[in-house]
């Protein structure tokens, strides 16, 4: 293995740790999602027969908030398990060196993607988002709900630079030379 892929190699284990760290996250949110879904499906029932137990307005509007955070999150963690849609029909009867240039290709129009959602995303969350309140939480600024749009491009920047090194790195050494 060339001493260029053998010194970069040794950065592959802080993209684990974060890939470890966005899983926890994601992990903590859809639980956090599944609360809040139970306290407001609980309470508008209960609510009915139970004069004093009352649906707390912000529970729908932080549940959508959540599940918008799990979904580009989890988005962005499937970039480095390679487990986003794909088509792999023809992968069986491509030449090697050919997929592996389309899976470079396919990495740099992701990467693309990502810049869009970070440049365009934080646009929307300073300017849209700022500008608004949560209906059900008046003190509470809606770039909370814009946020996860620049933070999943962040992330997927982070995945598709291994990815892309991981597709390059193919050329030159290869599965055997990896052990």
């Known amino acids: 293995m060339p001493a260029i892929f053998r010194t970069l190699d040794k950065a592959l284990p802080a993209y684990r740790m974060v890939y470890q760290f966005i899983l926890f996250l994601c992990k903590l949110l859809l639980i956090a999602v599944i609360c809040l879904t139970v306290i407001s499906v609980v309470t508008r029932y209960a609510g009915q027969h139970i004069s004093w137990v009352r649906n707390p307005p912000w529970s729908e509007e932080l549940t959508l908030t959540g599940m918008a955070y799990v979904a580009v999150f989890s988005a962005a963690l499937a970039i480095s398990k390679k487990t986003h849609i794909r088509m792999t029909a023809f992968d069986a009867m491509l030449p090697k060196a050919l997929l592996r240039c389309l899976d ?76």
């Open 104 to 179: 470079i290709l396919a990495d740099l129009a992701i990467l693309f993607l990502a810049y869009i959602m970070i440049f365009w995303g934080w646009r929307a969350a300073i300017q849209i988002g700022a500008s608004g309140f949560y209906t059900s939480l008046p003190n509470l600024s809606r770039f909370w709900m814009y946020l996860p749009i620049p933070l999943a491009g962040i992330a997927m920047v982070v995945f598709e630079i291994e990815s892309l090194y991981l597709n390059i790195r193919g050329f030159f050494v290869k599965e055997e030379d990896t052990h």
